[in-house]
């Protein structure tokens, strides 16, 4: 059974760094395309960044330039460095991930999530 454990969540203020951390348990395999979503309770999920196998990567809008998705594939564990936090980054952030092949982005069907971390942002 898969399981994804994120952790490197808390609160930090304005302008201040970050590292989530997601760590995958229970396949001895290397997922192919991985992701970072965050939630704002009553707000629609939101795709943050996405990695694949080959280490191609894609951001969101908002967080290009702040934010760097990285993998450690010998690991398996899966990284976000958020820097120059802002207020508006204040969420509960999930790792998602997919042994599935083709395009690699936020978008598309992922089979496996973490539980969440909370970031929370102050002004």
């Known amino acids: 059974q898969v399981q994804m454990v994120e952790s490197g969540g808390g609160s930090v203020q304005a302008g201040g760094s970050l590292r989530l951390s997601c760590a995958v348990f229970?396949?001895?395999?290397?997922?192919?395309?991985m992701a970072w979503f965050r939630q704002v309770p009553g707000k629609q999920r939101e795709g943050v960044a996405a990695?694949?196998?080959?280490?191609?990567?894609s951001y969101a809008d908002s967080v290009k330039g702040r934010f760097t998705i990285s993998q450690d594939n010998a690991k398996n564990i899966l990284y976000l460095q958020m820097n120059s936090l802002d207020p508006e980054d204040t969420a509960m952030y999930y790792c998602?991930?997919?042994?599935?092949?083709?395009?690699?982005?936020?978008?598309?069907?992922?089979?496996?999530w973490g539980q969440g971390t909370q970031v929370t942002v102050s002004s």
């Open positions: 990695i694949d196998g080959d280490g191609k990567t």
């Open positions: 998602a991930g997919s042994y599935g092949r083709g395009n690699c982005y936020t978008g598309r069907s992922f089979g496996y």
């Open positions: 229970g396949y001895s395999y290397s997922m192919y395309c």
